[in-house]
């Protein structure tokens, strides 16, 4: 999800709005993944790198995730919504923490997966995966692939990031392997159903050939 900056700076706003209409976005997209019966929708939430932006930044998108998650966790349970986290969410704040795995652990039976990537990094995901196998005995792609935060989601179909800059920005490096991807000229605010629903079409029309001819 990337552009809410960009967003709110077109219109002459302070980035902690355009953060809080990509809440907007996030809220509208996981409804719509509902309605177009997608099983997983993964979004990268917060990197790893962004720790590195400005304190106030930082703050309001720590006070964006608290005030999501308490707006939002009743709908999540009467949709039956799995939250799951992708990366070390155990470094925020403990309030925040608390909240997530309450979040988590109310959530634990729903019937599709809303994974949310925070505090994390591919690169990152992948050395520790690799360190895990290791203790273990032999280092493969099937022992790396067991200890990566997403061993338990279905395989990653399409990746698709907003904003028209076309690379992965250290996003699941392992689990697009082959994956399709879509790189859209829309910022992350702007984003919407329609948007969703014509990735879902234009992926439906590609031939998926994993190496084969």
Not at 37 to 49: D, I, M, V, W
Not at 140 to 163: F, G
Not at 169 to 188: C, G, K, P, T
């Amino acid at each position: 999800m990337d552009g809410n900056g960009r967003w709110a700076k077109k219109r002459g706003l302070p980035r902690a709005l355009g953060h809080k209409q990509g809440g907007e976005a996030v809220r509208k997209t996981v409804q719509a993944a509902e309605t177009l019966g997608l099983e997983c929708l993964t979004l990268y939430a917060f990197s790893s790198e962004n720790w590195k932006r400005d304190e106030d930044e930082i703050s309001d998108l720590m006070n964006l995730m608290r005030r999501f998650i308490e707006a939002n966790l009743k709908d999540m349970i009467e949709r039956k919504v799995r939250l799951k986290i992708i990366g070390d969410y155990k470094a925020f704040a403990p309030d925040i923490v608390t909240k997530l795995e309450d979040a988590l652990e109310r959530t634990k039976g729903g019937e599709r997966t809303l994974a949310v990537a925070l505090n994390y990094g591919a690169q990152q995901e992948i050395a520790r995966a690799a360190r895990r196998a290791a203790e273990d005995g032999a280092i493969d792609p099937e022992s790396i692939e067991k200890h990566l935060y997403t061993a338990d989601l279905p395989p990653l179909d399409l990746l698709i990031r907003t904003s028209g800059e076309v690379r992965l920005s250290n996003f699941l490096l392992w689990q697009a392997a082959y994956a399709e991807m879509l790189f859209l000229d829309v910022l992350w605010p702007d984003f919407d159903e329609a948007h969703l629903r014509d990735a879902c079409e234009d992926f439906a029309k590609r031939e998926r050939r994993y190496g084969g001819r």
